[in-house]
């Protein structure tokens, strides 16, 4: 009698354990549209739309030099660069997305210097300072799951990214060496290639990823007192990384993404310079993702550790989102 009741109730501890098993896997679009930054699919599913802001701030007045040191600029230069970029998702299918963003950049440069001047046997203090603010370089994605994430949880997605110039490339209201708006864009198109590999199992997901930018040729003016644009060429960019998210309750996650770049060498009227360098950079860039159903907040810090001929300033960026 006894053995009886436990067998019946371990069948309705079953029957539940079953039931609960099913109703967690048969996600209503709601439901989906809440998924986090550890458990959401790399693409958006078909028809789900997110729109966003990414505030992103730094002050750039330490680089590593061609010995690999920190140091900061000379004569106290500084600048602060900042922006809003618009960022707008849409899934296509269940396995094919697409991205638009739209940046309004707002640059500040300031440059101040201690002059000696010997016909008065003193020293005076000269600075300067530049801003421009106004639409930046746009740029379109299209991202396609290559292997689906559905079937167990991984994936390996594939992505296409064209940048677009749309930001004024040439210093405009000038009046001086040291009076102008500095230019919001790089001046020519790029075309970024990508794949990235990313693993669920939760709490935690993994990935890996690697992205190369070709930089087609442009022209521009490259000093303000100069009145003919200027052939260039920048140097391509790769970037390779590897991230680790965990939960750390139900609404707040950490992600850890250790990242490096590199670039080519510039070219200036079809040549490169005698002084131009291969800049890279190994950076550290802690993420912590706050959300409440639908909407989501990030921040980021990206932190240059070592590197060559690059900024050694943090990047701060903020991120908010909705899913429609």
Same mark, same amino acid.
């Given at each position: 009698m006894i053995m009886k009741r436990i067998v019946n109730i371990l069948l309705i501890f079953l029957v539940a354990l079953t039931g609960y098993s099913q109703t967690e896997k048969q996600l209503v679009p709601s439901d989906l549209k809440q998924l986090t930054v550890v458990t959401e699919p790399s693409t958006l599913y078909k028809g789900f739309f997110r729109a966003g802001t990414a505030l992103s701030y730094s002050v750039v007045d330490k680089y590593f030099t061609n010995e690999k040191n920190k140091e900061y600029f000379l004569q106290s230069a500084w600048a602060t660069n900042s922006g809003f970029n618009?960022?707008?998702?849409?899934?296509?299918?269940?396995?094919?997305?697409?991205?638009?963003?739209?940046?309004?950049?707002?640059?500040i440069r300031q440059s101040e210097s201690r002059i000696f001047v010997p016909s008065a046997d003193t020293t005076v203090n000269y600075s300067f300072t530049l801003q421009s603010k106004g639409l930046g370089d746009c740029y379109f994605t299209l991202k396609?799951?290559?292997?689906n994430e559905k079937s167990n949880n991984t994936s390996l997605t594939g992505s296409l990214e064209v940048t677009v110039p749309t930001g004024e490339k040439n210093p405009t209201d000038v009046k001086g060496e040291t009076d102008y708006n500095p230019p919001l864009g790089n001046g020519c198109f790029a075309t970024n290639l990508g794949l990235k590999y990313r693993k669920i199992q939760f709490p935690y997901s993994y990935a890996g990823y690697l992205y190369y930018t070709y930089q087609f040729p442009g022209s521009k003016i490259m000093d303000p007192s100069d009145t003919q644009e200027t052939e260039f060429k920048d140097g391509n960019h790769l970037d390779a990384g590897l991230s680790f998210s965990i939960h750390l309750n139900e609404w707040i996650a950490l992600t850890n993404d250790a990242n490096l770049y590199f670039r080519s060498k510039d070219e200036i009227d079809g040549k490169i310079p005698d002084d131009a360098i291969a800049p890279w950079a190994l950076s550290y860039e802690p993420r912590l993702v706050f959300q409440v159903k639908r909407f989501r907040i990030s921040e980021a810090?990206?932190? +240059? &550790? #070592?590197?060559?001929?690059?900024?050694?300033? +943090? &990047? #701060?960026?903020l991120i908010a989102q909705y899913v429609f």
């Open positions: 618009f960022i707008f998702q849409y899934g296509i299918t269940d396995r094919l997305q697409v991205d638009a963003a739209f940046p309004l950049a707002i640059n396609y799951q290559i292997l810090v990206r932190i +240059p &550790i #070592y590197g060559k001929g690059i900024g050694a300033d +943090p &990047i #701060y960026v």
